[in-house]
């Protein structure tokens, strides 16, 4: 049975909670899946493919998981990786794909990573951060998670991952 981790860097949850959906999906299609933060995990070895998000926060991906990409970045290029970004607070992650921001770039091109998607964000009362309750304050919060689409794409990475030769 493949190994896979799901890693991710957030700030209020959301992102974290994207993770264990694609951990379910992932479980359902067989796969052994692990959900951990980036500071829980020491080193990739044990695993057989890496999907890692970020939520983004001004244009800019989460911190922890561009550090990971960097720590990592050898043990990464040598399994599938799939990266994942969550943050737009509204429906155009749903409508369209959303490109990576440059910090998801480069740990695209670091990683040497399968895929990308950008999946809609969630921010309601009681997040942290100033910018956070700014936008709260201005109406404009939400959860604009659309699950569906999140277990597709991992139903899709699945299938991916599947069909690979075992040696990877």
Request: aromatic share 6%; net charge positive; proline share 4%.
């Amino acid at each position: 049975m493949q190994r896979v981790l799901i890693t991710y860097g957030t700030k209020n949850g959301s992102t974290a909670e994207i993770a264990r959906l694609i951990a379910d999906a992932l479980r359902d299609e067989g796969l052994e899946t692990e959900v951990r933060s980036p500071a829980e995990v020491a080193d990739v070895g044990p695993y057989d493919a890496v999907v890692l998000g970020g939520a983004l926060y001004m244009g800019r991906w989460h911190r922890e998981a561009r550090r990971f990409s960097r720590r990592h970045a050898q043990a990464l290029r040598e399994r599938p990786v799939w990266l994942f970004s969550s943050g737009p607070l509204d429906t155009s992650a749903s409508e369209r794909d959303v490109p990576a921001v440059p910090g998801a770039r480069r740990a695209e091109r670091r990683t040497r990573a399968r895929g990308h998607a950008t999946f809609g964000g969630r921010l309601e009362a009681g997040a942290k951060g100033r910018l956070a309750k700014a936008i709260l304050d201005e109406g404009r919060g939400g959860d604009f998670r659309d699950t569906a689409r999140i277990t597709a794409w991992a139903h899709d990475v699945a299938g991916e991952l599947k069909a690979l030769p075992e040696e990877v």
